[in-house]
């Protein structure tokens, strides 16, 4: 029995829907797989495209060719899509082959050279040519299907794309917003393959089902079987099947169809002009693309989800603008409607740019209406789909429009329909892959932005006015020649005039500010009131250099977000530079991935015994704008010792073979598209791989709109390629990472003599931090312990699993911040293992170091306070005459903590709270966890505070309260653990959990906090004796009792901590090292 022919023709539409979405699955997951070697530099971009889209343009018209000499189109459709399938299933094997082959074959390139670019483009085209060759032929075999007669060739191949279109848009989301961040790289494109092996399965079932090749497959397209004389030759079939009449669809609308593109012919030179106008429309129609990509990233960010966003509504607005065609049945002249359509779509972007500027403003406006929380974040992304939907749906709209109609002015018979559809097809698609290419590498960067809309909205006019003007030359010379001469004068004063507007609004980075204008006139307003002293809207990136209004200050902008400064930032630009080479004085060659300001490069540039500074910097137009900031960067790039390599880090650190002794890693925000692939694992072993053994890595991380989930996952990978890792915190917002393969051995003495060169001083001085001490200070965590601060169990980042990729979008929305660091914090430790630790026994702070944490930290309300008011307090008690620490208390913006606040109220009263204490322990209860709470508030690497009153409370508690003796015990065990008495605190910590630990949780409702707290100490000291057995067998013992919950998780940082290390000791077999048992500063005094 056969189907019936809408059955048909509705299952075929439903496997080219699916064959879309997989198209663009595959897209979205081979560019990444691509750029993991080729990187994301314009050239590297465009290379990727082109190989993709030529690919697909001679799909079109080799296999449209083809499709009208087969007597079987929906057999050969179906082993296009298996072939597909096959391919993407053994694409990882094939794509490591690849990588490790391009590898071998560019070892030793130097980077940007045509050598290089050449391999890239033979690479993309090894890579993904087949695939796609295979996938450009699916839309004109099933045309060729499909298609009976030229009456009904525009709506069925209109119906086709959109239904083709709409799988794209459904692929695109589901690759980018599930299934990337759920399963990797692999398994999306394994998921893919399924997609078109299922649709090749189905397609071969049916081709089967109507005997295909020995029945008329015309039942497809909506005739009745007829049987093929078996004698006949292909082509006389197909030419006999195209004179067929259709049957399906019957009455009226047959007769509409026929009145809509039957009686319509068209002469050589009519079809030339249509297909000339495809390939310049496909043009301008990637540089639109292009152009709407950078306005909307400087107007809603640049994440990924919000790149993925824009190509869904420009797909969209393809797809809606071909089911109009497809149901537009009495349309007319099609060359005619393709003309007004060109026209319409030039006057809808050239409407819509008078209104780009306010783009900025309308979305903070919006955005701000959402809590800023985790699950919002749909809402946001709602909003980001709106703002790109009233930018690009009705002009993408009328480009989805053209391709039916032109099909359809150059197709002459039905016979050929494959041909000339896989021609039209191709023709577009290689405008495209021109649009890409001029529109990224040069239009872009000579005209601006401004100026290649007008550009596209002139193309478009012309186009449009071409056709419509056609074959008049001859009696109206003056409106032919005029009126495309004026579209040309207009598009040109239009772009001059948005030139001078949109580099200020477009670049004010609202989308990631607290504050946003009240009203468009203050927005306005803002906007030009800033100095611009650099603009550049270059291939990969839009760059400006600016400065706040009476101020002398420079901002440089990536795509609206500041990246570097001469304010805030220069805290951690410089500190950056200099800090790995003090750790390693012995460095020559130094590494630098990401540019910016130049003011690292510089600092890495004052230590005379660098030989070799080579920078890595994806965008010329940063290259360009540093040299606004040579008097901040000590003009670095006409160092002879410094060379600018402009191209992507990962494709420069696998070709080159050079050794370095520092690599220094400061990348934007991961949220950033792009920008997570240098926090990747991958990114990290191909940077060990070029260190020398003993060499430092260091990592700028930003903490502000970041998660602790997130640091975890940072810290996580970053030690799975260095095991020794240190922590740096310059800034309450910024975060280094100093990461090494051995166990460093830094040599204090070498330090401070490295410090005390007179350019790397100098320099230093410049943010304060040219003091021994205080620079040490800035340590958290030390080499030791930061590769143990992430649980086990964190995510690991990887290039072929970006999970941090997809974690920072949402934090960047919640405004998330790191928090749990500050519970490891070795400042605020009696015993810490930094650096700093073991400079204190040997150093006792001199004044000249107390005036040098005073100047640094009250200079710069950024820089994190708790530690240095621990150092005035010890100040103020050890020098009660000097009024200097006293000023300087008053000028610290300072909260009055609540164990400090409880102690000034309650001690006044001591006499008659010790008097009473026998009777009704209560008040004596709140003093002591009153001096308990302000004795932590204050203790650091710099104070250890008396303990004479409270310890003497303490010893009264445990024997007049006995309901909360354990917490006073556990009390006493920390307080000998920050004098280094490790025997009492033994004594007192297992006093406080011995008697409950095999039967559950002691009772410290005093202080939920104190067992993990007491616990982490404790194991602490059996890790310092080697005791790493005891250690393991308590902590598990901590953990079956109950005292880690989901409550007490965070206030339990420190055990786990202590946990991880006890864990990682016993398996390596050794104890961790551990600094001096004492705190030295308190015990050596000031002086």
């Not at 399924?194 to 089967?208: D, E, I, K, Q, T």
């Not at 820089?863 to 008690?877: H, S, V, Y």
Request: include cysteine; proline fraction near 6%.
């Amino acid at each position: 029995m056969q189907p019936a022919p809408r059955a048909l023709f509705r299952t075929v539409m439903l496997c080219l829907f699916v064959s879309g979405a997989a198209g663009l699955v595959y897209e979205v997951a081979w560019s990444r797989y691509l750029a993991l070697f080729l990187g994301h530099t314009s050239y590297a971009v465009v290379a990727v495209l082109v190989a993709f889209m030529g690919g697909l343009a001679l799909g079109n018209l080799w296999l449209g060719h083809f499709a009208d000499r087969t007597a079987r189109p929906l057999a050969v459709y179906a082993w296009l899509e298996i072939s597909i399938g096959v391919y993407a299933l053994a694409f990882p094997f094939w794509y490591g082959l690849c990588f490790d082959l391009f590898v071998a074959v560019g070892q030793g390139l130097e980077p940007g050279t045509t050598a290089s670019l050449a391999l890239k483009f033979t690479f993309s085209l090894l890579t993904v040519l087949l695939p796609t060759v295979l996938m450009g032929g699916t839309l004109p075999v099933v045309t060729r299907l499909l298609t009976r007669s030229l009456s009904e060739l525009r709506e069925k191949l209109a119906g086709l794309y959109f239904v083709n279109s709409a799988g794209a848009v459904v692929g695109t989301f589901l690759a980018d917003f599930w299934w990337l961040p759920a399963v990797g790289l692999e398994y999306t494109i394994y998921a893919g393959a399924a997609m078109n092996l299922a649709v090749g399965a189905a397609a071969m079932f049916v081709s089967g089902w109507i005997k295909e090749g020995r029945t008329v497959t015309a039942a497809v397209a909506g005739q009745a079987p007829a049987e093929v004389d078996a004698s006949r030759s292909p082509k006389s079939e197909v030419r006999d099947s195209a004179a067929e009449p259709d049957t399906v669809l019957a009455g009226n609308q047959a007769s509409a169809m026929a009145a809509a593109g039957a009686d319509f012919a068209f002469d050589p030179l009519q079809m030339r002009l249509a297909v000339m106008g495809i390939g310049l429309s496909g043009f301008v129609a990637m540089l639109y693309q292009i152009a709407w990509t950078r306005m909307l990233a400087l107007a809603l960010g640049s994440s990924t989800h919000a790149f993925s966003l824009m190509l869904i509504t420009f797909i969209a607005g393809i797809a809606v603008g071909s089911w109009v065609i497809y149901r537009w049945r009495r349309l007319g002249n099609p060359l005619t409607a393709f003309a007004w359509i060109e026209l319409a779509l030039a006057g809808a972007v050239l409407t819509s740019m008078f209104f780009y500027e306010l783009l900025p403003y309308w979305f903070v406006q919006f955005a701000r209406l959402i809590a800023r929380r985790q699950e919002a974040y749909p809402l946001y992304e709602a909003i980001q789909a709106l703002i790109c939907v009233a930018v690009m749906f009705v002009p993408t709209m009328c480009l989805g429009m053209t391709l039916p109609l032109v099909s359809r002015v150059a197709t002459r018979e039905a016979g050929r329909t494959g041909l000339s559809v896989g021609r039209v097809f191709a023709v577009n698609t290689l405008g495209t892959v021109l649009g890409a290419a001029l529109t990224g590498l040069w239009l872009m960067p000579a005209l601006g932005l401004a100026r290649t809309f007008a550009l596209g909205v002139a193309l478009n006019a012309l186009i449009g006015l071409a056709i419509l003007l056609a074959g008049r030359w001859r009696g109206s010379k003056p409106l032919v020649i005029g009126v495309p001469a004026a579209v040309v004068v207009v598009a040109f004063a239009l772009g001059q005039h948005f030139a001078g507007v949109w580099p200020k609004t477009l670049n004010m980075g609202l989308f990631r500010q607290q504050l946003v204008p009240a009203s468009r006139r203050e927005f306005r307003e803002t906007a030009r009131s800033l100095v611009t002293h650099y603009h550049r809207d270059g291939a990969s990136a839009t760059v400006v250099v600016q400065s706040p209004p009476g101020t002398d200050l420079l901002y440089l902008k990536v795509n609206g977000k500041t990246d570097a400064s001469t304010g805030g930032d220069m805290n951690t630009q410089i500190l950056s530079g200099h800090l790995p080479l003090l750790l390693r004085p012995a460095s020559s060659n130094v590494l630098v991935v990401g540019l910016g300001s130049g003011i690292t490069v510089g600092a890495v540039a004052q230590h005379p015994g660098v030989q070799r500074i080579d920078v890595v910097e994806i965008s010329p137009e940063v290259v360009a704008a540093a040299r606004h900031f040579r008097a901040a960067n000590h003009n670095a790039l006409e160092d002879p010792r410094v060379r600018v390599y402009e191209e992507d880090a990962k494709a420069f650190l696998l070709l080159t073979d050079r050794q370095y002794d520092v690599i220094i890693s400061e990348p934007s925000n991961p949220w950033m598209a792009g920008v997570a692939g240098v926090f990747s694992l991958e990114f990290y072993e191909t940077c060990r791989s070029r260190l020398a053994p003993d060499g430092l890595m260091l990592q700028w991380v930003q903490l502000y709109e970041f998660s602790d989930a997130g640091m975890d996952m940072v810290l996580a990978t970053f030690s799975r390629a260095f095991p020794y890792v240190s922590v740096w915190q310059s800034l309450r917002a910024d975060l280094l990472l100093v990461g090494s393969v051995q166990p460093p051995n830094v040599d204090l003495h070498a330090l401070a003599a490295r410090l005390a060169v007179p350019t790397v001083q100098q320099d230093l001085a410049r943010v304060g931090l040219d003091n021994v001490p205080l620079l040490l200070s800035q340590e958290i965590i030390a080499f030791t312990n930061g590769a143990l601060v992430p649980p086990f169990d964190s995510r690991v980042h990887s290039d072929y699993f970006p999970a941090l990729e997809y974690r920072a979008q949402r934090d960047f929305f919640a405004r998330a911040s790191v928090e749990r660091l500050r519970k490891l914090d070795e400042n605020f430790s009696r015993r810490p293992d930094t650096l700093l630790g073991r400079w204190l026994p040997e150093h006792p702070l001199e004044k000249e170091d107390l005036a040098a944490f005073a100047g640094y930290y009250l200079t710069d309300d950024q820089r994190p306070l708790d530690a240095f008011i621990t150092l005035l307090k010890r100040w103020q008690r050890e020098q009660p005459d000097s009024p200097l620490p006293f000023e300087l208390a008053a000028r610290v913006k300072y909260v009055t903590p609540p164990g400090e606040l409880d102690v000034l109220r309650l001690a006044p009263r001591r006499d008659l709270i010790l008097k009473r204490a026998p009777q009704d322990p209560t008040l004596l209860r709140q003093y002591g966890r009153a001096l308990m709470r302000h004795y932590a508030e204050q203790t650091s690497v710099f104070n250890l505070p008396p303990t004479d009153e409270l310890e003497d409370v303490l010893a009264r508690l445990v024997r007049l309260d006995p309901d909360n003796q354990r917490a006073y015990q556990a009390w006493l065990a920390e307080l000998a653990w920050d004098r280094g008495d490790d025997d009492g605190c033994v004594q007192w910590a297992e006093q406080a959990f011995a008697p409950d630990l095999p039967r559950g949780p002691a009772r410290f409702k005093l202080d939920p906090d104190t067992p993990l707290r007491t616990a982490a100490r404790l194991a602490d000291v059996y890790l310092r004796r080697s005791e790493l057995a005891r250690a393991a067998a308590f902590c598990e013992g901590i953990v079956q009792s109950g005292y880690l919950n989901a409550e007490t998780r965070y206030n339990g940082l420190l055990f786990e901590f202590t946990q991880r290390r006890v864990l990682t000791a016993l398996a390596r077999g050794t104890p961790n090292p551990s600094a001096p048992g004492t705190g030295a500063s308190s015990a050596a005094g000031l002086r």
